[in-house]
Structures are given as structure tokens and as C-alpha cells.
Nanobody, 123 residues
């Protein structure tokens, strides 16, 4: 079992930055891949980024490439999403999710989810 808690959301002006955190509890956190997804009102949940278990390879959705960076600290059971050059279209609830061997971009392949944190980017 893994419990995930996101934090760090808020209101920011376009062009600004935020860092989201995902705190995990439970054993063997390093054996899980952890992803960030986001969901805007009346839209489907969208893949943002993932960091693999083990070596920590990263993979990003096209809308955020070059602007967002995912990282993890296995010692402290944390995953971060650094978001730079934010745009109004980045406004959404951001979720972290974990699984041992997910199909990265598919939400249904993740076993554990946090409650989400709201990010609002004002134009």
C-alpha cells in the first residue's frame, strides 16, 4: 500500500513558477514509478510527467516538455514537479500517481492516487 499526498499548488501569474510535491508513505517507495497527471474542468485526465523506479528515467507529455521537470528523493519518499513558464492552459488539478510497472500515459494503469492540488495560472 502507498498513500500519496500532493502539496504546493496555488495561484500564479502567467510566466511564473510553482513546485509541486508528492509525499508518499508506505514501504518500498523506490520500487514504484510515480507520475503527475492533471485534470481541468470538463476535460479528461492528462498525462504530465513520469519518473521511473530504479534509475529514475523521466518522460514528459508534449504540452510541458522543456518547461516542467520531475524528480524524486527516494530517501525521503518524495516526488517533485518543478513547473516553469506557466501558462493559463496549465490550470488544472494536479495529481500524483504510483504503480510498479505502469503504461506511463494511461491513468488506469496506476494503482495509487493522491487527492490532488489545484494550480491556477492567471493571464
Amino acid at each position: 500500500q502507498v498513500q500519496l499526498v500532493e502539496s504546493g499548488g496555488g495561484l500564479v501569474q502567467a510566466g511564473g513558477s510553482l513546485r509541486l510535491s508528492c509525499a508518499a508513505s508506505g514501504r518500498a517507495f523506490s520500487t514504484y514509478a510515480v507520475a503527475w497527471f492533471r485534470q481541468a474542468p470538463e476535460k479528461e485526465r492528462e498525462f504530465v510527467a513520469v519518473i521511473s523506479r530504479g534509475v529514475g528515467s523521466t518522460y514528459y507529455g508534449d504540452p510541458v516538455k522543456g518547461r516542467f521537470t520531475i524528480s524524486r528523493d527516494n530517501h525521503n519518499n518524495m516526488v517533485y514537479l518543478q513547473m516553469n513558464s506557466l501558462k493559463p492552459e496549465d490550470t488544472a488539478v494536479y495529481y500524483c500517481a504510483a504503480a510498479t510497472n505502469p503504461y506511463y500515459e494511461r491513468p488506469s494503469s496506476y494503482d495509487y492516487w493522491g487527492q490532488g492540488t489545484q494550480v491556477t495560472v492567471a493571464s
